[in-house]
C-alpha cells in the first residue's frame, strides 16, 4: 500500500487524524492573539486550501457514517484492537451467544461484534455541521469583496468602481459590487459624547437618481443588498512640509493622522512620519484646527505648535515648518456579507454531536480463540463488564 494510500484510508478512519488540519489555523490564531509572526500563519491561500481538503475530508467521512447508519455493525474493525484484553475460559461461540443477548452484532467471521449507541449519531451530526462551517466558512472565502475607501464631502463617489478603493481584498470567485449605488459624504461628525467615535452622514444614490440618507457609524453596518457598509473611523491628512534654515525640504508628504484610543491632552488624533533626515509625530485637535509636531533627528528633538490655515509657516530651532493643506476624511468599509447564520448553525451542530459522542461511548469487541477459551479485546465499559459476570 502506498503512503498516499496509506494516508488517505487513515484519515477516514480514525477521527484523530482529523486534528492535523487544526495545526495552521492554530498557528494563525496565535499570531494574531501573540503579534508574533510564526510559520504558514501569513498566507491566506494556504489557511484556504487546508480548510478545503478539512471539507473533503469530513465528507468523506460524513458519507461514510450516513452509509452505515442502518447497518447493524456500523464502526467497522478499523485498524488496532484496544490494548485490555481479558482471556475467558468459553469458545468464542459461547462469547458471542452471551454478547448477542446483550444486543451486540458480529461480522460475518465473527471476530469482531458492536452494540448500537447513540453515540454513532452523535458523531454523525458532529461532521454534518463540520461540513456545513467548512463549506460555508470556504465558499465566503472564495467569494469575499472587503474594499477600504477614504472620502470626503464633495461629489458623490461610485462603489461600484475599483479604483474609487485604496485598499482591495477579494477571493479568486468574487464578483464587483455592481449592484452598489454611489455614495456622497453630506456631513462628519467629529469624536464627542453624541459620537464617541466620530460619524459619518452620506447619502446613497440609486441609478435612477433617487437618494437615501443615512447615519453611517463605527461597528454599526447598514446593508444594501449582499454587502455591508459601514465607517470605520475619521481620518486626517496634514501635508507637512519640513524645511531647514536654508530653505532645503527635508520633508514634504501627507502624515495620516488617526483616532487615538485616550486623548493626549486636548488631542484626539496621532500620526507618525518617517523622511530621508528627519522623522517624528503629529498630535492633532480638529475643535481648534491646531498641530503638534514633534521632529526627531538622531537625539535631537524639537517641538513645534502651529494652527492650520492660520499659521502660514513656523519657524522653530533649526526647522521652518508650515502645513500647506488637509483633507478630512472618513474611512469607509465595504464588505461582501458573510453568511453568519449558516456558520453558527454548523458550528452548534458540531459541539451539540460532539457532545453527545463524548457522552456516549462506542461498545466494541474483537474475539479470537485461544487455547486456554477465548482471548477478548473490548472498548467500552459495558462489554468488560459484562464478560466479567460471565467469567
Known amino acids: 500500500m502506498s503512503a498516499v494510500a496509506t494516508f488517505s484510508r487513515l484519515l477516514l478512519v480514525s477521527p484523530w487524524s482529523l486534528l492535523v488540519f487544526l495545526i495552521i489555523p492554530l498557528l494563525v490564531v496565535l499570531s494574531v492573539a501573540f503579534h508574533v509572526q510564526l510559520p504558514f500563519a501569513g498566507d491566506a491561500r494556504l489557511l484556504l486550501i487546508n480548510n478545503v481538503c478539512f471539507a473533503l475530508v469530513v465528507a468523506g467521512r460524513l458519507l461514510r457514517y450516513l452509509a452505515f447508519m442502518r447497518k447493524p455493525v456500523r464502526y467497522g474493525t478499523a485498524w488496532w484492537w484496544p490494548r485490555r484484553n481479558l482471556v475467558l475460559a468459553a469458545s468464542a461461540d459461547e462469547v458471542r451467544t452471551t454478547l448477542g443477548r446483550e444486543g451486540y452484532a458480529f461480522t460475518a467471521d465473527g471476530r469482531y461484534g458492536e452494540k448500537r449507541d447513540s453515540g454513532y449519531l452523535g458523531t454523525t451530526v458532529m461532521y454534518a455541521?463540520?461540513?456545513?462551517?467548512?463549506?460555508?466558512?470556504?465558499?465566503?472565502?472564495?467569494?469575499?469583496?472587503?474594499?477600504?475607501?477614504?472620502?470626503?464631502?464633495?461629489?458623490?463617489?461610485?462603489?461600484?468602481?475599483?479604483?474609487?478603493?485604496?485598499?482591495?481584498?477579494?477571493?479568486?470567485?468574487?464578483?464587483?459590487?455592481?449592484?452598489?449605488?454611489?455614495?456622497?459624504?453630506?456631513n462628519q461628525y467629529l469624536l464627542d459624547d453624541t459620537y464617541p467615535m466620530g460619524a459619518t452622514e452620506v447619502a446613497f444614490i440609486s441609478p435612477d437618481g433617487k437618494s437615501e440618507k443615512l447615519l453611517l457609524k463605527p461597528r454599526?453596518?447598514?446593508?444594501?443588498?449582499?454587502?455591508d457598509v459601514y465607517m470605520a473611523k475619521l481620518v486626517f491628512e496634514p501635508q507637512i512640509v519640513i524645511k531647514n534654515r536654508d530653505s532645503a525640504t527635508l520633508f514634504d508628504a501627507f502624515v495620516t493622522l488617526h483616532p487615538l484610543v485616550q486623548k493626549r491632552g486636548v488631542y484626539s488624533f496621532y500620526g507618525l512620519f518617517q523622511g530621508n533626515s528627519v522623522g517624528g509625530g503629529v498630535y492633532f485637535q480638529p475643535e481648534k484646527n491646531t498641530l503638534k509636531v514633534v521632529i526627531s533627528q538622531g537625539d535631537k528633538k524639537v517641538v513645534t505648535d502651529m494652527v492650520f490655515q492660520a499659521d502660514q509657516q513656523v519657524v522653530q530651532g533649526d526647522y521652518i515648518l508650515s502645513c500647506a493643506k488637509m483633507g478630512q476624511w472618513s474611512e469607509i468599509h465595504v464588505v461582501h456579507r458573510r453568511h453568519k447564520g449558516m456558520l453558527i448553525i454548523g458550528g452548534v451542530l458540531a459541539v451539540v454531536g460532539l457532545l453527545l459522542r463524548l457522552a456516549i461511548r462506542p461498545q466494541r469487541v474483537w474475539l479470537e480463540e485461544a487455547p486456554e477459551g477465548c482471548s477478548i479485546w473490548a472498548s467500552g465499559t459495558e462489554t468488560m463488564n459484562a464478560l466479567k459476570t460471565k467469567d
Open 129 to 186: 455541521g463540520l461540513l456545513i462551517l467548512l463549506t460555508v466558512g470556504c465558499w465566503d472565502n472564495l467569494t469575499q469583496f472587503s474594499g477600504v475607501l477614504l472620502d470626503g464631502m464633495g461629489p458623490a463617489t461610485s462603489l461600484n468602481k475599483l479604483e474609487s478603493y485604496r485598499l482591495v481584498n477579494k477571493g479568486p470567485f468574487a464578483s464587483l459590487p455592481a449592484s452598489l449605488p454611489r455614495m456622497q459624504i453630506i
Open 220 to 227: 454599526d453596518p447598514v446593508s444594501i443588498g449582499a454587502y
